[in-house]
């Protein structure tokens, strides 16, 4: 497979981003985008993210981020590119930490 164009996308999500099924939003957008990686609720209160797929779709996956499903209010989001490595096969909302 070529990984050109390829990237990874971490991001921390803050505002009111638990217990409005963000990670679902999360999970779906990402399935739909053809991304790989995982997104999981952190002890602070914010949902971290890590993606990776084409650089385009990480930037559609970034956008949704900053609005977030109905329920949530989103303040803020802290981003970090990484080079793509190709660990993941598919997307999945991993247990909090």
Do not use: C, I
């Not at 990402?30 to 990686?37: H, I």
């Amino acid at each position: 497979m070529n990984d050109e164009g390829k990237s990874r996308l971490r991001a921390k999500v803050v505002g009111r981003v638990q217990g409005v099924s963000f990670r679902y939003f999360v999970l779906e957008q990402a399935e739909s985008l053809d991304l790989t990686g995982w997104v999981r609720n952190m002890w602070d209160g914010s949902v971290e993210v890590l993606a990776e797929g084409l650089h385009q779709n990480l930037e559609e996956l970034l956008t949704a981020l900053r609005v977030g499903p109905p329920m949530a209010k989103v303040a803020n989001v802290e981003v970090e590119w990484q080079s793509y490595l190709g660990d993941f096969s598919d997307f999945r909302v991993k247990s909090s930490a």
